[in-house]
């Protein structure tokens, strides 16, 4: 049967020629060969030498941004001395360090997943991150100081703050994990690095240490001649008996009886090394403490002349000087240095010599004890020694001026002030802060928790202040209160009559009605819940979770809903 | 010639307007029993190629089959087919008719579907081309294209090979990124620079790439009438052209970001460069075909072996079966995105489908966890986590969590497989149910390179409020007798339809020793915030639905 339907198709007649097939193949070979290419390309030279470009990168964008590569584990470039940093190098701009820091950090983020689970990769990644949240912070002061956030609106802003946050959550996430699981070098750096955080906000766990002691005297046990280990323990050992709610003082002499041991067999400890044990040692013996931080400091003072090389090497001698008790001198030696600093090594450098201040302090105080735990042993009281109070009357006062916005300061006293037989440290760091003007109503809230026994009394002292024309103390002083009211109930009223005070004095400010009327709420007195609630519609009307609020309350007080609105309206 | 015969004439004589070659044509093609067949499968094919459309990567059917008919129509012979070719016609037609029948009992358009494919394929294979004489019956072949493969009682094989796709093309890419010398990480298929991260989304490997690609090169096999060999060496070098234009496209978007501060991860750039690379591909497709007639000839009966050679279309043809599907899909793709029409086609069956929900729908303290913050994301409408989510962020002593109710999806949704596109492995996985309604909820943990330990809890429900079963968790002999027992149930309606479906999960970091007691926070923490989202989103959604049909009943 023939097919008598037309066909709708086109004409078949076009004659090719083979040479057209593959005129027109050839692009495919082409881009087939090139991808080939590309990937024995990849394959053969660029993935091989890859680790070791990346490496070389981290070390010089941290080495810029002053991260020593003592402080990375990965043993990243230790040979490449050229990238060794100081403070010599160009001063970079804020937003220049972040750059070179966010691309170490995606590099070791890189290293880490391709060597799959490399602790040092991680512990430095964590470095990095820390790093990194420091200059977030950095440049949110910035931009608070500068006002730039009110002409790009605060969305920069809430970006930098939650960047910040992530980064320092996932370097604690990568320290305690690398610290919970892992044994060795970098588990033993991991506890320590926490611990060392963990005391500078003095809430060292003393669960923390003695597993970070216990760990690395079974390292010691089984290799007793790592030098490594011997220094971590060294340092585990001063940073626990130096910590505020650590060991008994008992533990204290034998840990630092230990660390004495480990420091004379170190073969060549560095000057921080020698400071650590000089730590360890005020314990059991101040004089030879004294002796051995001034021996550590020579080598420095003989070069005082040149220019030092390093944040941590100032951080060293400036320690020396503490030990030494030359405080003039100390203060002196800050004041020579700082102004050659940038910011940032000034807030890193700043920081640190105030947490040495601290920490000798806590070293006095604790000698104090040891004198008159003896005393009482031989039963022979002795008055307090008035010259270690002045010593730390002027070490506080210079913590308090070196770094008076660091909140780990603040932190650290708190710790302080909840152990009663420091509370008279507690309270002359109490009065300290509150004459320096930026941590006022911080330091009331302290004077709260360090003097609750008598809470009613002081509340007109700290009220005074957190009224003051400052619309940010009052802030911060109304967001302290709730705090306050959480940690221990007991102490809500008194938060509620500090928060009142702060409604009747600065109306404006909305966060203590809002604070108020939670702690109202919680205290189940609803009227006055009601009030506060009102005063907060009336000046926020558009905000919808607050007429919620007040239905809630009003339902609970079974107030008919005509008679809200009319309030309302009023 | 007798009375009757000379009555029966007269009568033909008497129709003029029925033209006897059209009548011929009719009778040759659509009077066979095959063709009847596959007309009367037509309403649960119908049903199957609707909820199709919701597939964005495969929303060239229309395309295909509009081209498949056209060859039909236009290479019908009329000459019988070999026996072979009629045999093999009638098994594949008896096949299709029982999967058929099969199929409207366990109400399954999807196995219609095949069914259907298979009764063409039983129409086609005793009819020859109208000019190779060969059995019409490779015409049918792109039509099997369009049917979801099966993988497993989860998902099909094509959201499979979507995700292995996703993450072949961003491996790759990552080399030449290398190479590039610009320095990167890549999180499953996220690629992270220092300051920015991209998402290798499905599009990357769907509708713009792969899925159209190997229609194309199908379709143009089945144009030129090349041979077996030749079309599944074609059909091979699609997918590969398809991972290598997916993987430039990915690498062109970060140097393009770095250097020249051009984003070309979003919007009219990021559409331009996607059509620009399957354009690439087609070219790629078509130049290959012309490599493989030049080194193997066309496979065509009357190709002249010497320098001459017959072709089976001029350029202007060959291109325009290329550039026609083509600007089609540009076509269909700018129509669907400007006017939404996925969305409004979901929404034609019952008003609006998202739960409107707020930051306070959740309280502020559930169990240990302390509502921290809430957000609303909105993505596109074939996203792996669902166009939309309203995300709670929840802390409590040491660990963050975070709930999220992501909407909508038809039928179960594999959670696991979009956060093992996001670089997380999966460790350990199984069902747990809650403590006081007995609700299937999946546990998943999960590990990264980076050393970090995540669980996920996940469970879905539908537009009722109830919850939907784990897949794979119910034997395949147990899942038809209940398919069956439905059918004939006063619930049978809900088997003809694909239900809308709200996922409510909670994902958290956690340490690797607390898996056990994370796992019950976790679980805590789903089952109160979901039970609450439920009722106050399904709620809300059906005050909002019965306050805009009021005013269109009193019209």
Not at chain 1, 531 to 550: D, F, K, S, T, V
Not at chain 2, 545 to 552: D, G, H, L, S, V
């Amino acid at each position: 049967m023939s097919n008598s339907i037309p066909s709708t198709e086109p004409q078949l007649n076009n004659q090719h020629t083979k040479s057209e097939f593959w005129r027109r193949g050839k692009p495919a070979l082409a881009l087939t060969a090139l991808t080939l290419l590309l990937v024995t390309y990849s394959y053969f030279f660029v993935q091989p030498n890859l680790v070791s470009q990346y490496k070389k990168s981290i070390l010089h964008s941290c080495g810029k941004v002053g991260i020593t590569e003592q402080l990375l584990l990965s043993k990243l470039d230790s040979t490449d001395n050229k990238l060794r940093p100081s403070l010599e190098s160009k001063a970079l701009e804020l937003t220049e360090k972040i750059a070179l820091l966010e691309d170490a950090q995606l590099r070791l983020q890189r290293l880490s997943s391709e060597a799959n689970d490399d602790d040092a990769l991680r512990y430095d990644s964590a470095i990095v991150s820390i790093s990194l949240a420091d200059l977030y912070d950095e440049n949110i002061q910035r931009l608070l100081k500068s006002g730039e956030q009110q002409k790009n609106g605060s969305v920069e802003l809430e970006n930098l703050i939650s960047k910040s946050l992530n980064r320092r959550q996932e370097a604690m996430s990568n320290m305690q994990s690398i610290a919970n699981v892992e044994n060795g070098s970098v588990a033993s750096m991991a506890k320590l690095w926490l611990m060392e955080r963990q005391l500078a906000n003095a809430t060292l766990s003393s669960d923390i240490s003695d597993r970070a002691i216990q760990d690395l005297q079974a390292v010691l046990a089984t290799e007793p001649t790592n030098e490594n280990a011997r220094i971590l323990m060294l340092r585990a050992l001063t940073l626990s008996s130096l910590s505020v709610d650590g060991p008994s003082i008992n533990q204290r002499l034998k840990f630092a009886n230990v660390a004495t041991a480990i420091a004379n067999e170190v073969s060549a400890p560095t000057i921080k090394e020698q400071l650590w044990f000089a730590q360890s040692l005020q314990v059991i013996d101040p004089i030879a403490a004294q002796d051995l931080a001034f021996q550590s400091a020579q080598p420095f003072w003989s070069q005082k002349a040149s220019v030092y090389n390093s944040v941590e090497t100032l951080e060293a001698v400036f320690e020396s000087l503490i030990i030494n008790k030359n405080l003039t001198e100390a203060q002196a030696f800050v004041g020579e240095h700082l102004p050659k600093m940038t910011y940032y090594e000034q807030v890193s450098f700043r920081s640190q010599c105030a947490a040495n201040c601290i920490r000798q302090t806590v070293a006095f105080v604790l000698n104090e004890n040891v004198e008159s735990q003896n005393n009482e042993m031989n039963s022979s009281r002795k008055p307090v020694n008035s010259k270690a109070n002045i010593e730390v009357t002027r070490l506080i006062d210079l913590a308090v001026l070196l770094a008076p916005e660091s909140d780990f300061l603040i932190a650290y006293f708190d710790t302080i002030a909840q152990d009663e037989s420091k509370n008279e440290i507690a309270q002359r760091l109490a009065s300290k802060f509150a004459e320096s003007d930026d941590k006022t109503c911080e330091a009331l809230l302290n004077s709260i928790r360090a003097l609750r026994q008598n809470e009613e009394a002081n509340l007109s002292h700290f009220v005074e202040h957190a009224t003051s024309e400052k619309t940010s103390y009052a802030i911060v002083a109304a967001a302290s209160a709730i705090k306050l009211a959480q940690t221990n109930q007991t102490t809500t009223g008194t938060a509620i009559a500090f928060l009142k005070l702060i409604n009747d004095a600065r109306p404006e400010i909305l966060l203590a009605w809002s604070n108020r009327a939670k702690l109202h709420m919680l205290q189940q007195e609803l009227p006055a819940a009601l009030e506060c609630l009102y005063h907060l519609q009336n000046a926020l009307p558009e905000n919808r979770e607050i007429g919620q609020q007040i239905e809630a309350v009003q339902r609970q007080l079974e107030v008919p809903k005509d008679q809200t609105d009319a309030s309302i309206g009023n | 010639m007798s009375t009757t015969d000379i009555a029966r004439d007269e009568l033909i004589l008497n129709e003029p307007s029925v033209n006897p070659t059209v009548i011929r044509l009719w009778q040759s093609r659509f009077a066979s029993p095959w063709f009847l067949l596959a007309v009367l499968q037509l309403p649960y094919v119908a049903l199957y190629l609707y909820y199709l459309w919701a597939s964005t990567h495969y929303q060239f059917y229309p395309v295909l089959m509009g081209a498949v008919g056209y060859l039909v129509y236009s290479r019908w012979s009329d000459q019988s087919a070999t026996l072979a070719w009629r045999r093999f016609g009638f098994v594949c037609g008896v096949i299709g008719v029982t999967l058929s029948l099969f199929s409207s009992v366990v109400v399954s358009p999807w196995l219609a579907y095949l069914g259907f494919a298979l009764t063409i394929v039983a129409w086609l294979a005793p009819a020859t081309d109208n000019r190779s004489g060969a059995s019409l019956c490779y015409l049918a072949w792109p039509l099997f294209l369009v049917w979801k493969p099966p993988y497993n009682d989860i998902a099909t094989a094509d959201t499979y090979l979507i995700t292995f796709l996703q993450k072949l093309s961003a491996s790759l890419s990552s080399p030449l990124l290398d190479i590039l010398t610009i320095p990167h990480y890549m999180q499953g298929t996220i690629i992270t620079l220092a300051d920015r991260s991209f998402g290798v989304e499905e599009a990357c490997s769907g509708v713009q790439s792969f899925f159209a690609i190997l229609c194309i090169a199908a379709m143009l096999m089945v144009w030129n009438r090349r041979s077996l060999i030749h079309s599944l060496i074609v059909v091979v070098s699609s997918i590969v052209w398809a991972i290598v234009m997916n993987t430039l496209r990915i690498t062109v978007i970060p140097p393009a970001s770095l250097w020249l501060s051009i984003d070309l991860s979003h919007g009219m750039p990021h559409q331009i460069l996607g059509f620009a690379t399957m354009g690439l591909a087609f070219w790629m497709l078509y130049s290959t075909d012309n490599l493989l007639v030049y080194w193997f000839g066309s496979g065509e009966a009357d190709l002249d072996p010497d320098e001459s050679v017959k072709v089976a279309r001029t350029n202007k043809q060959t291109w325009s079966l290329i550039v026609y599907p083509i600007l089609l899909l540009l076509s269909i793709s700018a129509v669907v995105q400007s006017l939404d029409l996925q969305k409004k086609a979901v929404r034609l069956v019952g008003g609006n489908i998202f739960l409107p929900l707020q930051g306070d729908d959740l309280p502020s303290n559930i169990n240990e966890w302390q509502k921290v913050s809430y957000q609303q994301q909105r993505r596109t409408n074939d996203a792996d986590f669902g166009e939309q989510s309203d995300v709670w962020i929840f802390q409590d002593s040491d660990h963050q969590a975070t709930f999220s109710l992501d909407q909508t999806f038809r039928l179960w949704h594999d959670l696991t497989v979009c956060y093992g596109n996001t670089g997380w492995k999966i460790v350990e996985q199984n069902v747990v149910f809650g403590d006081d309604d007995q609700w299937p909820v999946v546990s998943a943990f999960f590990e990264r390179n980076d050393g970090r330990h995540a669980i996920v809890m996940f469970c879905l429900f539908d537009r009722a409020g109830q919850p939907l079963e784990v897949p794979g968790y119910e034997s395949w002999w147990s899942s038809i007798g209940n398919r069956i027992a439905k059918r004939f149930s006063f619930d049978a309606g809900d088997l003809f339809r694909e239900q809308t479906c709200y996922q409510a999960q909670v994902f958290a970091v956690i340490d690797a020793e607390q898996k056990s007691a994370r796992q019950d926070a976790a679980l805590a923490l789903l089952e109160v915030a979901r039970n609450q989202i439920r009722n106050v989103g399904l709620q809300r959604l059906r005050n909002e639905n019965a306050t805009n049909e009021r005013p269109q009943s009193n019209l």
